[in-house]
């Protein structure tokens, strides 16, 4: 069964911290490269960090610094923690492969966590 489960989002001033959580069905996360994307209302959805099975990490420019991917492979489960939060982060977040995991024609997502940050 592919399952990608989102939470830890939440209301938080800009400065703040957040850490966001992605459990993983074994049949995604095994082995992959696995990634945090967001989508701000209006805009398209942008992968902002992503982690390899060995636990290379690569980061959007925007938000290099201030986050950080991490995964427990024996959870199946990867992390994102979220320090110096600005308004611009304010989005949906997702966690998926990287690329996204296909379901037949059409890229799989969860429900993803919404992400609020007030100025």
């Known amino acids: 069964q592919v399952q990608l489960v989102e939470s830890g989002g939440g209301l938080v001033q800009a400065g703040g911290s957040l850490r966001l959580s992605c459990a993983a069905s074994?049949?995604?996360?095994?082995?992959?490269?696995m990634g945090w994307y967001r989508q701000a209302p209006g805009k398209q959805r942008e992968l902002v960090a992503s982690i390899r099975g060995s636990g290379t990490t690569n980061y959007a420019d925007s938000v290099k610094g201030r986050f950080t991917i991490s995964r427990d492979n024996v959870k199946n489960t990867v992390y994102l923690q979220m320090n110096s939060l600005k308004p611009e982060d304010t989005a949906v977040y997702y966690c998926n492969t990287n690329p996204p995991w296909r379901s037949g024609s059409y890229d799989y997502w969860g429900q993803g966590t919404q992400v609020t940050v007030s100025s």
């Open positions: 074994l049949s995604i996360f095994s082995g992959r490269a």
